[in-house]
């Protein structure tokens, strides 16, 4: 008889993802052979915009992410410039981007350290106390005095974490959610104290990512060579583009961009559309540009096994993050796999705390850091930009000058998606086919692919009705019968 195991919670993600997989033997090996990822709580942001005044999207917005609050912060900004036909000043679009680039540090560093490292390691002996214990554990884990010295390095980046988030609130205000970001531009003011403070945290940052990150992302590299080969997917890769270089939005630090199929290709944002054959929402909500999305639930719906819309470019499935940006940028083409979305993603660190030691040099303290501007009467626009775990898009309509209308996007999104209308695997479904799994009471394999993607389903789905219990993630796994 098939087995069925569940694993609830999984740990080491943001948010409540439940994950199915079915395990068979293929070839001699057990492998998966189906997965299914649902997001299991209701979002709910585009209905509590409805009605508000627009200049309150780009603080409420932040809320949907405790981890990413920024990149929402500048998705809606973006889109608030957009509506209003204002152009921050280049003090206002500098700040921004060393904003976004600290809340990209500070994630970065988050992910691999304290959310996804732990499944290459043997930690016992190391971090024997809960949350660390109990754990999945396999015989091919790193050990001895290597893992002893990327414990040490976790703790480490706990405090490299926090004078990220330090950095950021220097121009922020405060961090994890800004409050200096506006429809114009920003509100602090620029100083050289201010200039020589946050340039002293991103040096000591960038110390650390140079000689101890990038070393420890390479060690974890070596040590698990066939991971280089699982979790691949169907390798179509999509970036919006961010970091602002002048006032054109064309320059950018990441261009938008694709890789489709095989072939690199530009970026349309009218190719994307959402469906919901199998999502819990209205069949009236699929099939739509997110600038006409509805968000109307159908929890009932009996097809439905997420509250994740399946977006999608072109008709196609696109997975997002840093090895998307690196990968359609010419920074990064080794591969797509669970270690490439890892070394892509410290590569990236890297390359964004290099430009902002540049940014601060284009400072002006005194000038300008926003543009005045007007609550517009009637007009329909939208804000793309990049969060540290991929694409993320907010479109706006605005009537009587209130929110009439407001969709959200984000990176989980896509890549936690369930099939679409198409029966088209999402990007993590897809990558978990073919995942071998040694021990199917501890599929510490199927982990190892999901925590690649890095998934923030606090960011894909916000609401959870009160009084009900919701797991952080289950893995059903059903071995074949032999």
């Known amino acids: 008889m098939a087995t069925t195991i569940t694993i609830d919670p ?6 409540h993802l439940e994950i199915e997989v079915t395990v068979d033997d293929v070839g001699g090996e057990q492998q998966v052979v189906d997965a299914r990822s649902s997001g299991t709580m209701f979002r709910g942001f585009e209905i509590i915009l409805a009605g508000r005044d627009p200049r309150d999207a780009a603080q409420y917005t932040q809320r949907i992410c405790g981890v990413c609050p920024v990149s929402h912060a500048m998705a809606s900004c973006l889109t608030l410039d957009s509506a209003f036909g204002v152009t921050p000043p280049d003090n206002g679009r500098i700040l921004r981007n060393l904003v976004l680039g600290a809340n990209f540090i500070q994630s970065h560093l988050l992910h691999f350290y304290h959310l996804s490292v732990l499944d290459f390691i043997d930690t016992t002996g190391l971090l024997d106390l809960s949350p660390w214990s109990p754990r999945y554990a396999s015989p091919d884990m790193i050990g001895g005095t290597t893992a002893a010295g990327l414990v040490t390095n976790y703790l480490s980046a706990l405090q490299m974490r926090r004078k990220a988030h330090q950095m950021g609130a220097i121009f922020g205000g405060k961090l994890p959610c800004t409050g200096s970001f506006v429809v114009g531009g920003c509100t602090e003011v620029v100083t050289a104290e201010k200039v020589n403070d946050f340039r002293t945290l991103l040096t000591e940052l960038r110390g650390f990512i140079d000689a101890v990150y990038l070393a420890d992302v390479a060690t974890v590299a070596a040590a698990f060579p066939t991971y280089y080969q699982t979790g691949g997917g169907d ?23 694709r890789y489709t199929s095989g072939a690199p290709g530009g970026m349309d944002a009218a190719q994307i559309a959402e469906y919901v054959k199998y999502a819990w929402y209205t069949d009236a909500c699929g099939d739509k540009h997110p600038a006409e999305g509805l968000t109307v639930p159908d929890a009932d719906k009996p097809t439905g096994y997420s509250w994740l819309k399946a977006p999608r470019y072109a008709s196609q499935p696109h997975e997002l993050g840093p090895l998307a940006r690196m990968w359609v940028n010419g920074e990064y083409n080794n591969g797509v796999s669970v270690l490439d979305r890892i070394a892509a993603r410290a590569q990236e660190t890297q390359l964004i705390a290099n430009a902002m030691d540049g ?9 300008p850091v926003y543009a005045d501007s007007r609550v517009p009467q009637q007009v329909t626009s939208s804000g793309l930009t990049e969060a540290p775990r991929g694409a993320l898009g907010h479109w706006m309509d605005i009537d009587n000058s209130v929110i009439s209308r407001y969709q959200v996007i984000t990176p989980t999104n896509w890549n936690s998606s369930p099939r679409d209308d198409a029966d088209q695997l999402g990007p993590t479904e897809a990558a978990l086919l073919g995942t071998p799994v040694a021990d199917v009471n501890q599929p510490i394999e199927v982990l190892r692919v999901i925590h690649s993607f890095d998934p923030c389903l606090a960011c894909a789905v916000h609401m959870v009705r009160p009084g009900q219990r919701s797991g952080g993630a289950r893995v059903l796994i059903r071995p074949g019968i032999a």
């Open 10 to 15: 999984v740990t080491r993600i943001e948010g």
């Open 235 to 257: 390798g179509n890769l999509l970036a919006f583009g961010a970091f602002d270089l002048d006032s054109s939005g064309t320059s950018k630090l990441f261009n938008a961009g």
């Open 359 to 367: 940014w601060l040099d284009e400072l002006v303290p005194g000038a």
